[in-house]
Nanobody, 124 residues
Framework: QVRLVQSGGGLVQAGGSLKLSCPASGLTFSNYGMGWFRQAPGAGREFVASISSNGGGTRYAGAVKGRFTISRDNAKNTVYLQMNSLRPEDTAVYYC?????????????????WGQGTQVTVSS
């Protein structure tokens, strides 16, 4: 049974930083691409970042490029999202997800298992 348990969200002032963690169990973690998505109130789920199974390939949404960094530690079965220079518009529930292949990109339909979500709130 695949399980993702997210942590690291919270309230931060604009310009601050947060790091989200998403340890996985129940799968051979190093075989799967991973992604982060977010959903703001009243909006649909949107792509944030993705990383390939070996960590060699990453992709970012334009809104976060240069501010957020996705990484993974296959020895710890964990994917991370470092968020710097946070803005009020980054406020959302953030979800990690397991891709169906070694690199699943920006399409949410390419992910088959999702974390429980963690709230990130950025105050102005």
């Amino acid at each position: 049974q695949v399980r993702l348990v997210q942590s690291g969200g919270g309230l931060v002032q604009a310009g601050g930083s947060l790091k989200l963690s998403c340890p996985a169990s129940g799968l051979t973690f190093s075989n799967y691409g991973m992604g982060w998505f977010r959903q703001a109130p009243g909006a649909g789920r949107e792509f944030v970042a993705s990383i390939s199974s070996n960590g060699g390939g990453t992709r970012y949404a334009g809104a976060v490029k240069g501010r957020f960094t996705i990484s993974r530690d296959n020895a710890k079965n964990t994917v991370y999202l470092q968020m710097n220079s946070l803005r009020p518009e980054d406020t959302a529930v953030y979800y990690c997800a397991v891709g169906i292949t070694g690199y699943s990109g920006a399409n949410a339909n390419n992910y088959f298992h999702w974390g429980q979500g963690t709230q990130v709130t950025v105050s102005s």
